[in-house]
T-cell receptor
Framework: AQSVTQPDIHITVSEGASLELRCNYSYGATPYLFWYVQSPGQGLQLLLKYFSGDTLVQGIKGFEAEFKRSQSSFNLRKPSVHWSDAAEYFCAQSGGYNKLIFGAGTRLAVHP | DGGITQSPKYLFRKEGQNVTLSCEQNLNHDAMYWYRQDPGQGLRLIYYSQIVNDFQKGDIAEGYSVSREKKESFPLTVTSAQKNPTAFYLC?????????FGSGTQLSVL
C-alpha cells in the first residue's frame, strides 16, 4: 500500500536557524508530491507542489522542497525560520483516484 | 470571498446520536473530500465525491455517511455506529490536483 513517512514527529529550532523537514514516499515513478501547513485548529494550506520538471520547487512563505527520486524523498527546507512558522507540516502524495495520502505530520516549534 | 465553509466549529455528540457536519464551497469545484484527523496520525480519507450524485468510500468510511445532492454541498453524517468519533474533521475541494481545505469541525463525545 502507498504510504508517506515523516520520520520526525516534533522538531524545535531557534528563530533564524535553517530548517529541513523530511518526507519519504513509497510509490510511483512520477509521483505528485505536496507540502501543506496547518495552524492549530485550522485547515491546511498548500505550501508547494511537485509534479514534474525541476526537482527544486519554490513555495510560499520562503519554503522550498527538493525531489530526490533515488532516495524517494521530498524534503522541505527554509533557510531562516520565523516565529510565525510554528505549525504542523504535512507531506502528501497523490494516491490515484484523485486522492491524497498524507504523512502523520511534523510539529514545528520555534524558540525566540 | 471564495472558499470552503465548515460548520459548526465545535460539535458534541451524545451516545447513540447521529450528527451531521456541514461543508459548503463556492469555488465551483467538482471534487470534494472528507478527512478525519487524529493526533499523530495525519489525515485519513473518509469519503470523496468526484461529481454531484456520486461518492465513494475512502479508507475509513465505516460509521459515516455522505450525500452530494448539490455541487456546493457535501455534508458528512457521523452515525451511532462510529464508536470513536472524537476527532477533527476536515472538508476539502480539489482543483488541478490541489486541495483547498475548510477550517475544520472538532467533534467530541459527551
Amino acid at each position: 500500500a502507498q504510504s508517506v513517512t515523516q520520520p520526525d514527529i516534533h522538531i524545535t529550532v531557534s528563530e533564524g536557524a535553517s530548517l529541513e523537514l523530511r518526507c519519504n514516499y513509497s510509490y510511483g515513478a512520477t509521483p505528485y508530491l505536496f507540502w501543506y501547513v496547518q495552524s492549530p485548529g485550522q485547515g491546511l494550506q498548500l505550501l508547494l507542489k511537485y509534479f514534474s520538471g525541476d526537482t527544486l520547487v519554490q513555495g510560499i512563505k520562503g519554503f522550498e522542497a527538493e525531489f530526490k527520486r533515488s532516495q524517494s524523498s521530498f524534503n522541505l527546507r527554509k533557510p531562516s525560520v520565523h516565529w510565525s512558522d510554528a505549525a504542523e507540516y504535512f507531506c502528501a502524495q497523490s494516491g490515484g483516484y484523485n486522492k491524497l495520502i498524507f504523512g502523520a505530520g511534523t510539529r514545528l516549534a520555534v524558540h525566540p | 470571498d471564495g472558499g470552503i465553509t465548515q460548520s459548526p466549529k465545535y460539535l458534541f455528540r451524545k451516545e447513540g446520536q447521529n450528527v451531521t457536519l456541514s461543508c459548503e464551497q463556492n469555488l465551483n469545484h467538482d471534487a470534494m473530500y472528507w478527512y478525519r484527523q487524529d493526533p499523530g496520525q495525519g489525515l485519513r480519507l473518509i469519503y470523496y465525491s468526484q461529481i454531484v450524485n456520486d461518492f465513494q468510500k475512502g479508507d475509513i468510511a465505516e460509521g459515516y455517511s455522505v450525500s452530494r445532492e448539490k455541487k456546493e454541498s457535501f455534508p458528512l453524517t457521523v452515525t451511532s455506529a462510529q464508536k470513536n468519533p472524537t476527532a477533527f474533521y476536515l472538508c476539502a475541494s480539489r482543483f488541478n490536483e490541489k486541495l483547498f481545505f475548510g477550517s475544520g469541525t472538532q467533534l467530541s463525545v459527551l
